[in-house]
T-cell receptor, first 113, second 112 residues
Framework: AQSVTQLGSHVSVSEGALVLLRCNYS??????LFWYVQYPNQGLQLLLK??????LVKGINGFEAEFKKSETSFHLTKPSAHMSDAAEYFC???????????FGTGTSLTVIP | DGGITQSPKYLFRKEGQNVTLSCEQN?????MYWYRQDPGQGLRLIYY???????QKGDIAEGYSVSREKKESFPLTVTSAQKNPTAFYLC???????????FGPGTRLTVL
C-alpha cells in the first residue's frame, strides 16, 4: 500500500535558520509528490510539486524540495526561516491514472524569534 | 476570482441531526474531493467524484453521503450514523489531466 511518512510532527527553528521538513514515501512506482502549507483554520495551499521533470523543485515563499528516488524522499527546505513560515506542512503523493492523494500526518513548524 | 468556496465556515450540530456542508468551485474542474482532518491524523478521504453524477467512496465513507448533480457543486451530508463527526472538513478539486488538488477554506463542524 502506498504511504507517506513525515518524520517529526513538530519542528522548531530559530528565525533565520535552515528549515528542513522530512518526507518519505513507500512505493516502487515513481509518484507525483507535493508539499502543502496550512495556516490555522484555513485550507491547504500548494507550495510545490514534483511531476517527473526536474528533481529539484522550487516553490513559493522561498521553499524548495529535492526528489531522491534512491532514498524515496522529498524533503522540504528553506535557507532562512521567517516568522510567517510558522504553519502546518503536509507532504502528499499521488499515482496515475487516478491521481488519488495520500497525505502524511503533517509537521507543525514553529519559528522562534 | 476563481476558487473553491465552502460554507458555512463554522457549523454546530446536535447529536442525531443530519447536516450538509456546501462546496462550490468555479474553476471548471472535473474532479472534486472531500477530506476530513483530525489533529495528528492528516487528511483522510471521505468521497470523491471524477465526473458529474458519479462518485466513489474513500477510506472513511461510513456515515457520510454526497451528490454530484452539477459540475461545480459537491455537497457532503454528515448523517446521524457518523459516530464522531466533530472535525475540520476540506473540499478540493482537480482539473482533468492535472496533477495537483486545490483546496477550499474548510468547514469546522462541532457536534454539541
Amino acid at each position: 500500500a502506498q504511504s507517506v511518512t513525515q518524520l517529526g510532527s513538530h519542528v522548531s527553528v530559530s528565525e533565520g535558520a535552515l528549515v528542513l521538513l522530512r518526507c518519505n514515501y513507500s512505493s516502487s512506482v515513481p509518484p507525483y509528490l507535493f508539499w502543502y502549507v496550512q495556516y490555522p483554520n484555513q485550507g491547504l495551499q500548494l507550495l510545490l510539486k514534483y511531476t517527473s521533470a526536474a528533481t529539484l523543485v522550487k516553490g513559493i515563499n522561498g521553499f524548495e524540495a529535492e526528489f531522491k528516488k534512491s532514498e524515496t524522499s522529498f524533503h522540504l527546505t528553506k535557507p532562512s526561516a521567517h516568522m510567517s513560515d510558522a504553519a502546518e506542512y503536509f507532504c502528499a503523493v499521488s499515482y496515475p491514472p487516478g491521481n488519488q492523494f495520500y497525505f502524511g500526518t503533517g509537521t507543525s513548524l514553529t519559528v522562534i524569534p | 476570482d476563481g476558487g473553491i468556496t465552502q460554507s458555512p465556515k463554522y457549523l454546530f450540530r446536535k447529536e442525531g441531526q443530519n447536516v450538509t456542508l456546501s462546496c462550490e468551485q468555479n474553476l471548471n474542474h472535473d474532479a472534486m474531493y472531500w477530506y476530513r482532518q483530525d489533529p495528528g491524523q492528516g487528511l483522510r478521504l471521505i468521497y470523491y467524484s471524477q465526473i458529474v453524477n458519479d462518485f466513489q467512496k474513500g477510506d472513511i465513507a461510513e456515515g457520510y453521503s454526497v451528490s454530484r448533480e452539477k459540475k461545480e457543486s459537491f455537497p457532503l451530508t454528515v448523517t446521524s450514523a457518523q459516530k464522531n463527526p466533530t472535525a475540520f472538513y476540506l473540499c478540493a478539486s482537480r482539473l482533468a489531466g492535472g496533477k495537483e488538488q486545490f483546496f477550499g477554506p474548510g468547514t469546522r463542524l462541532t457536534v454539541l
